[in-house]
């Protein structure tokens, strides 16, 4: 499964959006992109997935580049309770999830 | 989503001995993995559990000190044997989101984990 690059963190205001970045040059075009958030040492919750088409759901939005190398989580509201590590996977046929760093969103009010 | 439960919830456990987690699943799942993660650190896969059969381990992970059953589609333990206190982490137990063949694109979720303290 390719890797992927997140910066270590980012911080924004409650009620503005939250754009969290990630980068996957080397993804192939049978790989998604996953996105999980863990909060203080709780399991990780799932977010949302894409392979190629934006996708939404009631949590957030994904946008994926064209040439799928980068895509971007948005969260459009953010709450204070939206601060959390956030994890950008690429997973393909494997199955596995292989997890990064992450990135730890600060959401101060 | 399948809903996981987890037990225990948190141990503190004396050097030397062994600790069974449980991951109980309300659903029949195909896959069942075990992350552990270590304290400020990311998760890592420790195996894949695999109904019927010897689990898969990941690189740096062997049978002898994480010794891991599934006798059925919706659960699955973890052993930590002969625990040191470098063993102290969270424990985390993932399902597939259906049954049957693997979907391609299909969820991953988390129980809620194992915190461990080894003394």
């Known amino acids: 499964d390719a890797k992927t690059t997140q910066p270590p963190s980012m911080d924004c205001a409650e009620g503005r959006a939250a754009n969290l970045p990630c980068n996957h040059s080397?993804?192939?075009?049978?790989?998604?992109v996953y996105w999980y958030r863990q909060i203080h040492s709780q399991g990780p919750q799932y977010i949302i997935h894409g392979l190629k088409n934006n996708e939404t759901n009631e949590m957030a939005s994904l946008i994926i580049t064209e040439d799928r190398k980068s895509s971007t989580l948005i969260l459009p509201h953010a709450t204070l309770r939206d601060t959390a590590v956030y994890y950008c996977i690429v997973r393909g046929v494997s199955s596995k999830l292989t997890f990064g760093k992450g990135i730890t969103l600060s959401v101060r009010p | 989503s399948a809903v996981i439960s987890q037990k225990p919830s948190r141990d503190i456990c004396q050097r030397g001995t062994s600790l069974t987690i449980q991951c109980q699943v309300d659903s029949q799942v195909t896959m069942m993995f075990w992350y552990r993660q270590q304290p400020g650190q990311s998760l890592t896969l420790i195996a894949t559990a695999n109904q019927g059969s010897e689990a898969t381990y990941e690189s740096g992970f062997v049978i002898d000190k994480f010794p891991i059953s599934r006798p059925n589609l919706t659960f699955s333990t973890l052993t930590v044997s002969n625990m040191s206190p470098e063993d102290s982490s969270i424990y985390l137990c993932?399902?597939?989101?259906?049954?049957?063949?693997?979907?391609?694109?299909?969820?991953?979720?988390f129980g809620s984990g194992t915190q461990l303290s080894v003394l």
């Open positions: 993932s399902v597939s989101q259906i049954r049957g063949p693997q979907v391609f694109g299909e969820k991953l979720f």
């Open positions: 080397t993804i192939s075009g049978n790989e998604y």
